[in-house]
């Protein structure tokens, strides 16, 4: 069964600290893309990598980076954790062009106290 | 990409089928209707896509209108597990690049199946 493994389910961290949220997939796929889910919000896209090394901001990249040195896994920064930054984050990947679906990961609760 | 606008909540039967509406009015020649599912707690889920035709899979059914303004996603027995905030998302295809690489979830219908 392909996967979108992500590291933690669950993370909680303090203001200021430095976060990666970590996500991997074997389904040999190109594209990756991290999204925030909020209550009221939906989600919503921060990055997104269409090849390794390559990377291009979503709809709300304030406050975080990305980094994707090999094709399976992309990493989430959050490079001075605040509290507004606490949510659920989902990972997901896949192929260009429009025949297939995304395939997510299960997503992190990340806590920022 | 096009705007959907799907009803917030229903209601089904176990068993029954459940059609879950989208209307799209301004979508383009070019835009597929996606439809994804996330049951509470866990990562959204595919669950199919088209551009003109029906289309069927094992999961569900789509319908869309012959001008393309609207959809509907059929379960045809819904079953407890099939309660999950369902998305019906438009897209451009193709292998363009790009912002077109990226999904925009709006508020999606809450299906909810009663015993």
């Known amino acids: 069964d392909v996967k979108v493994t992500q590291s933690s389910r669950y993370l909680v961290k303090r203001t200021g600290e430095k976060v990666f949220l970590e996500c991997v997939q074997d389904m040999d796929h190109e594209n990756m893309f991290w999204y925030r889910q909020d209550p009221g919000l939906g989600l919503r896209l921060i990055y997104f990598?269409?090849?390794?090394?390559?990377?291009e901001k979503g709809d709300i990249p304030e406050g975080y980076s990305v980094s994707r040195e090999k094709k399976e896994r992309f990493s989430l920064i959050l490079e001075s954790a605040s509290t507004n930054q606490t949510s659920m984050y989902l990972c997901?990947?896949?192929?260009?062009?429009?025949?297939?679906?995304?395939?997510f990961g299960s997503g992190t609760r990340l806590t920022v106290v | 990409d096009a705007k959907t606008t799907q009803p917030p909540s229903m209601d089904c039967a176990e068993g029954r089928a459940a059609n879950l509406p989208c209307n799209h009015s301004?979508?383009?020649?070019?835009?597929?209707v996606y439809w994804y599912r996330q049951i509470h707690s866990q990562g959204p889920q595919y669950i199919i896509h088209g551009l003109k035709n029906n289309e069927t899979n094992e999961m569900a059914s789509l319908i869309i209108t012959e001008d393309r303004k609207s959809s509907t996603l059929i379960l045809p027995h819904a079953t407890l597990r099939d309660t999950a905030v369902y998305y019906c998302i438009v897209r451009v295809g193709g292998y363009s690049g790009g912002s077109n690489y990226k999904l925009t979830f709006g508020k999606g219908t809450l299906l909810t199946v009663n015993p």
């Open positions: 997901a990947s896949s192929i260009p062009g429009h025949t297939y679906g995304y395939t």
């Open positions: 990598s269409y090849d390794v090394k390559m990377k």
């Open positions: 301004t979508i383009s020649g070019n835009e597929y």
